[in-house]
């Protein structure tokens, strides 16, 4: 299945690669996370290939929230005042946490202050215009994405080291240690990793001059190939 996955990878990062992405900031910001997506599916092939697989499904997550994004911006292209909105509550919130820390050194301090000067007036005229945090849910729910939810907090699981991951990581009365996940699982976790790559790569055509048949020859090519692998 590695090598299956490992093709599905070259053939989604060559194309990625083809594109000429348009110039406007949306564009390129969507183009960056089809290419994040991309990158961390090679991540999981990796964690996968060196007995660190119960590991992969954080990066899945990852990867999960970046299509919702993905998609939501290619869908309308005033998402992306939603993510600007997203950043700056999130960049304000790290600043003032900083900032709040005995001891900070001045210059630091001096330095948070200039970035609050620029995340605050974005994050105040998203607020002026309706914008909220939307949650995970909401997202996925407007990306036509809702029915991944399930697979989401499967994913949180092993991300957020509940119980039942550490016990299936590494055991519960006599510990294991670079143990790997049962066969299905992670034939699972790379199959949902491939598919959201593929999905993300569906959506580049948004934000650049490649064709939606080429894209999509790819991604039924890349799905055959798993396919075969899985038969």
């Known amino acids: 299945m590695l090598e299956a996955a490992v093709k599905a990878r070259d053939a989604l990062g060559d194309l990625a690669m083809k ?3 348009r ?22 092939i990796l964690l996968t290939d060196h007995g660190l697989a119960s590991h992969a499904p954080a990066h899945v ?3 999960l929230e970046a299509l919702a994004d993905v998609r939501n911006l290619a869908n309308a292209s005033a998402y992306f005042e939603q993510m600007k909105f997203d950043d700056a509550r999130s960049n304000l919130k790290l600043f003032e946490g900083y900032s709040a820390i005995a001891g900070m050194p001045q210059d630091a301090i001096d330095t948070l202050k200039k970035w609050t000067a620029k995340a605050q007036p974005v994050f105040d005229a998203g607020k002026m215009a309706g914008y909220k945090k939307l949650q995970i849910e909401q997202k996925l729910k407007m990306a036509g994405l809702e029915q991944e939810y399930v697979s989401y907090g499967f994913l949180c699981g092993f991300t957020h080291n509940q119980l039942t991951a550490i016990i299936a990581r590494h055991g519960k009365h006599e510990l294991r240690y670079l143990h790997e996940p049962p066969y299905e699982t992670m034939v699972g976790v790379l199959g949902l990793g491939m598919s959201i790559a593929g999905k993300a790569m569906q959506k580049l055509p948004s934000f650049s001059d490649l064709a939606e048949a080429d894209v999509n020859a790819v991604v039924d090519k890349v799905e055959a190939i798993w396919g075969a692998a899985r038969a």
Request: aromatic share 4%; hydrophobic share 55%; net charge negative.
């Open 23 to 44: 110039t406007n900031e949306a564009a390129l910001i969507g183009a960056g996370l089809c290419l994040t997506i991309q990158e961390l599916f090679a991540s999981v």
């Open 61 to 63: 997550r990852t990867m």
């Open 19 to 21: 594109a000429n992405v």
